[in-house]
């Protein structure tokens, strides 16, 4: 029996040394890669290959490696997260490539997101459009009513726990031609505006948290859907529509 050969990549990678330098893809050879090692076991075994040879490893974002924390921003063969749908570039794995394929991979492309290195992105507009939402008062005095005992529609839970899976990656920006950061915004809004422990600064939290991410220069949404396509975590166009409900209501109320 012949032993299973592994496969013969060619990377066209993105390099770039910070965020004032201009960039420009690298080629890279990769040999013998086993179809079951992730797309970042991948990376790994060619940056041992670069350290080997005395060149500078190719730096990109990971850390829990299972599709959690969203920190692994890869845009692959012109899509955010790889040729796969509903996973992250982490949990991506090599048996959806070719022997003999070209790979491209780039850093997410997005005004808002600036390079730091190579395939790096600096994602922590998503962090201040957060801050800006600000949090969640509960009233403690006397006796505190138990979380348990306070009661939610199901519909209304199912609705709040979809848009909470949301783990802030930025495919969504990344796929819009705009830039936009709605269906994150959306994502974030919705889990608080359908609970009743975001009530209380359920009209302030949309106000702040659209007017951060307008300021951190995010586009508008034109209704393309990319981002719907593009999300790991199937997260709904639908939390859009209740992002403009929800702003326009703050709005009204404040005029
Ligand atoms: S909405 Fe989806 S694509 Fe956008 S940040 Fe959240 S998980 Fe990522
Ligand atoms: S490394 Fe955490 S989601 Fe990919």
Not at 174 to 196: D, E, H, I, R, T
């Amino acid at each position: 029996m012949s032993a299973k050969k592994g496969l013969n990549l060619t990377l066209k990678i993105w390099r770039q040394k910070n965020n004032k330098s201009r960039g420009q893809f690298e080629t890279y050879k990769i040999s013998d890669v086993s179809t079951d090692s992730s797309f970042l076991e991948m990376l790994d075994i060619l940056n041992e290959n670069l350290i080997n040879q005395g060149k500078e490893p190719i730096a990109f974002d990971h850390d829990c490696r299972e599709g959690i924390c969203g920190m692994c921003s890869l845009y692959i063969n012109g899509r955010p997260h790889g040729p796969d749908t509903g996973i992250t570039t982490c949990q991506l794995h090599m048996r959806m490539f070719k022997d003999g394929e070209t790979i491209t991979i780039e850093p997410w492309r997005s005004a808002a997101f600036p390079v730091i290195k190579d395939l790096v992105v600096d994602r922590s507009a998503f962090d201040r459009v957060m801050a800006a939402g600000g949090f969640i008062s509960v009233n403690t005095s006397g006796n505190t009513t138990d979380a348990n005992s306070i009661l939610v529609e199901k519909e209304k839970a199912d609705k709040a726990m979809d848009a909470a899976t949301c783990i802030g990656c930025g495919a969504c920006v990344a796929s819009c031609k705009n830039g936009s950061a709605m269906l994150f915004v959306g994502a974030k809004v919705s889990q608080y505006a359908l609970l009743p422990q975001g009530q209380v600064e359920r009209k302030r939290r949309v106000l702040k948290m659209v007017a951060a991410m307008d300021e951190e220069g995010f586009g508008n949404c034109s209704n393309t859907g990319a981002c719907e396509v593009e999300c790991p975590k199937g997260i709904s166009l639908e939390v859009i529509a209740r992002l403009n409900r929800e702003y326009f209501g703050a709005s009204l109320d404040q005029a």
